[in-house]
C-alpha cells in the first residue's frame, strides 16, 4: 500500500516536469486533473488489497485472483499516467515531420487565411453587387404634357448580375462561416483532448468494468490531438504549393461561382475529409489500444 502511495507522489512529480513540453493551457488543466488520477488509482490499490486480504482470510480464490489482475492493471495506469506525454510528444513530432510544420501552428494559420480570403471575398462580392444595382438605377426619361412620357433604363439587366452575386454571397458566407468556427475548434483541441480526454481516460481506466472505455477515449484525445491537426496541416503545405486550388481569394478583376466553389472545397469539402481520416485513425487506435492490458 505504501509503496502505491510513493509511486503515486512520484508519478505525479514527474508529470509536473514534463508539463513544458506541449500546449501550456491543456497541460496546466492535465496537472489539475492529476490529484483525480492519483486519488482514483490510490483507490483502485486499496480495493487490491483489500480484496487480497479477504480473499487470503476466506480462502477465496476468486478474490485472489481479482486483487492480483486489479494490481495489474493499476501498475499499467500508472505506466501510462508517466508515459502518456511523452507519447503524445512523441507521435505529434512524427507528424510535424511528416508535415513539413509544426501541426497546431499550420492548422490554425491555414484557417485564419481562410477566414481573410472569405471576409475579402465577401466584401468584393458585396462591392460589386452594389456597383451593379447602382449602374441598373440610371435611367432617361421624356414627358409631354397631357400626353405622358416614357423612360428608358439603360442598364435594367444590371440588376440580374447583383442578383447573381447575392447568391454567390451567400455561398461564400457558409464557407466563411464555417472556417470561424474550425478556427475556434482547432483552437480548442489540446486543451479538449489533454486537459479533460486524456484524465478521463486515465480515471476510466483504473475502474475495472470501464478499462476499455478508458482506452477508446485516450485513443481518441490522441487523434485529436494528432490526425486533425495534421489534414489541416498539409492542406495548409498544399495551399503554398500554389495550386490552383488552394489559392487565395481572387482580386477585383472578377468572382465566379468558381472561385466560391473553390472557397468551399477548402472550408467545407476538405474538413468532412479530415473526420473521415479521423473515424479510421480512430478505428486503428482502438485495435493498438486492444493489446494494452
Given at each position: 500500500?505504501?509503496?502505491?502511495?510513493?509511486?503515486?507522489?512520484?508519478?505525479?512529480?514527474?508529470?509536473?516536469?514534463?508539463?513544458?513540453?506541449m500546449?501550456?493551457?491543456?497541460?496546466?488543466?492535465?496537472?489539475?486533473?492529476?490529484?483525480?488520477?492519483?486519488?482514483?488509482?490510490?483507490?483502485?490499490?486499496?480495493?487490491?488489497?483489500?480484496?487480497?486480504?479477504a480473499?487470503?482470510?476466506?480462502?477465496?480464490?476468486?478474490?485472489?485472483?481479482?486483487?492480483?489482475?486489479?494490481?495489474?492493471?493499476?501498475?499499467?495506469?500508472?505506466?501510462?499516467?508517466?508515459?502518456?506525454?511523452?507519447?503524445f510528444?512523441?507521435?505529434?513530432?512524427?507528424a510535424?515531420?511528416?508535415?513539413?510544420?509544426?501541426?497546431?501552428?499550420?492548422?490554425?494559420?491555414?484557417?485564419?487565411?481562410?477566414?481573410?480570403?472569405?471576409?475579402?471575398?465577401l466584401?468584393?462580392i458585396?462591392?460589386?453587387?452594389?456597383?451593379?444595382?447602382?449602374?441598373?438605377?440610371y435611367?432617361?426619361?421624356?414627358?409631354?404634357?397631357?400626353?405622358?412620357?416614357?423612360?428608358?433604363?439603360?442598364?435594367?439587366?444590371?440588376?440580374?448580375?447583383?442578383?447573381?452575386?447575392?447568391?454567390?454571397?451567400?455561398?461564400?458566407?457558409?464557407?466563411?462561416?464555417?472556417?470561424?468556427?474550425?478556427?475556434n475548434?482547432?483552437?480548442?483541441?489540446?486543451?479538449?483532448?489533454?486537459?479533460?480526454?486524456?484524465?478521463?481516460?486515465?480515471?476510466?481506466?483504473?475502474?475495472?468494468?470501464?478499462?476499455?472505455?478508458?482506452?477508446?477515449?485516450?485513443?481518441?484525445?490522441?487523434?485529436?490531438?494528432?490526425?486533425?491537426?495534421?489534414?489541416?496541416?498539409?492542406?495548409?503545405?498544399?495551399?503554398?504549393?500554389?495550386?490552383?486550388?488552394?489559392?487565395?481569394?481572387?482580386?477585383?478583376t472578377?468572382?465566379?461561382?468558381?472561385?466560391?466553389?473553390?472557397?468551399?472545397?477548402?472550408?467545407?469539402?476538405?474538413?468532412?475529409?479530415?473526420?473521415?481520416?479521423?473515424?479510421?485513425?480512430?478505428?486503428g487506435?482502438?485495435?493498438?489500444?486492444?493489446?494494452?492490458?
Amino acid at each position: 500500500m505504501m509503496r502505491g502511495i510513493a509511486i503515486i507522489m512520484a508519478l505525479v512529480s514527474f508529470s509536473s516536469a514534463g508539463c513544458g513540453i506541449m500546449d501550456t493551457d491543456a497541460n496546466v488543466a492535465f496537472t489539475q486533473a492529476l490529484p483525480i488520477i492519483g486519488a482514483a488509482i490510490a483507490l483502485s490499490i486499496a480495493v487490491a488489497a483489500l480484496a487480497y486480504m479477504a480473499g487470503s482470510f476466506m480462502r477465496n480464490p476468486n478474490l485472489l485472483v481479482f486483487s492480483k489482475d486489479q494490481i495489474f492493471h493499476t501498475f499499467v495506469s500508472v505506466l501510462l499516467v508517466i508515459s502518456i506525454e511523452g507519447i503524445f510528444y512523441g507521435t505529434c513530432m512524427f507528424a510535424s515531420s511528416a508535415a513539413g510544420s509544426d501541426l497546431q501552428s499550420a492548422s490554425l494559420n491555414y484557417m485564419r487565411e481562410l477566414r481573410v480570403d472569405g471576409g475579402q471575398m465577401l466584401a468584393q462580392i458585396m462591392k460589386r453587387s452594389i456597383e451593379y444595382k447602382f449602374e441598373a438605377a440610371y435611367y432617361t426619361a421624356y414627358q409631354v404634357p397631357y400626353m405622358g412620357g416614357e423612360a428608358y433604363w439603360w442598364e435594367a439587366y444590371n440588376n440580374a448580375y447583383a442578383r447573381n452575386l447575392e447568391m454567390l454571397f451567400d455561398f461564400v458566407m457558409v464557407g466563411y462561416v464555417s472556417a470561424g468556427v474550425q478556427y475556434n475548434l482547432l483552437g480548442m483541441l489540446p486543451q479538449i483532448a489533454l486537459g479533460v480526454m486524456v484524465p478521463m481516460g486515465l480515471l476510466l481506466r483504473c475502474i475495472p468494468k470501464a478499462r476499455e472505455a478508458g482506452n477508446m477515449v485516450m485513443a481518441l484525445a490522441l487523434a485529436l490531438y494528432v490526425v486533425i491537426p495534421f489534414c489541416y496541416a498539409v492542406a495548409s503545405t498544399m495551399r503554398e504549393t500554389e495550386v490552383p486550388w488552394f489559392t487565395g481569394a481572387p482580386d477585383d478583376t472578377g468572382i465566379s461561382f468558381e472561385d466560391a466553389g473553390l472557397y468551399l472545397f477548402q472550408t467545407i469539402f476538405l474538413p468532412n475529409l479530415a473526420l473521415v481520416v479521423f473515424a479510421t485513425a480512430v478505428g486503428g487506435l482502438m485495435k493498438v489500444a486492444k493489446v494494452i492490458p
